[in-house]
Nanobody, 122 residues
Framework: QVQLVESGGGLVQAGGSLRLSCAAS????????MAWFRQAPGKEREFVAR????????IYAASVKGRFTISRDNAENTVYLQMNSLKPEDTAVYYC???????????????WGQGTQVTVSS
């Protein structure tokens, strides 16, 4: 099972930017669909973005489309989430996930990172 480690979270003002990184323990580009989810206090974990295995196809939640960009560095086995125009409602713990099938449900992923906190102040 692939191991995932996120980094890059922090505190930022509304309108600012952050880039999250997810380092994988093995090559993921052809085997796994990679995704970012987030979970705010008292809320369910929700889908943010994914990049389909063996392709550059990306899919985003409506709430982040046009502001967030998911990308992959195959040489570094790393997936990124560039977050621009951040809003207070983006505040959450962000998780990286890997799945053989992928999708918008957390149940489609069997490998998860430990999460990184993103806090957006108003």
């Amino acid at each position: 099972q692939v191991q995932l480690v996120e980094s890059g979270g922090g505190l930022v003002q509304a309108g600012g930017s952050l880039r999250l990184s997810c380092a994988a323990s093995e090559r993921t580009s052809t085997t796994y669909t990679m995704a970012w989810f987030r979970q705010a206090p008292g809320k369910e974990r929700e889908f943010v973005a994914r990049i389909i295995r063996s392709s550059d196809i990306t899919i985003y939640a409506a709430s982040v489309k046009g502001r967030f960009t998911i990308s992959r560095d195959n040489a570094e086995n790393t997936v990124y989430l560039q977050m621009n125009s951040l809003k207070p409602e983006d505040t959450a713990v962000y998780y990286c996930a890997a799945g053989l099938v992928g999708g918008s449900s957390p149940t489609a992923y069997n490998s998860w990172g430990q999460g990184t906190q993103v806090t957006v102040s108003s």
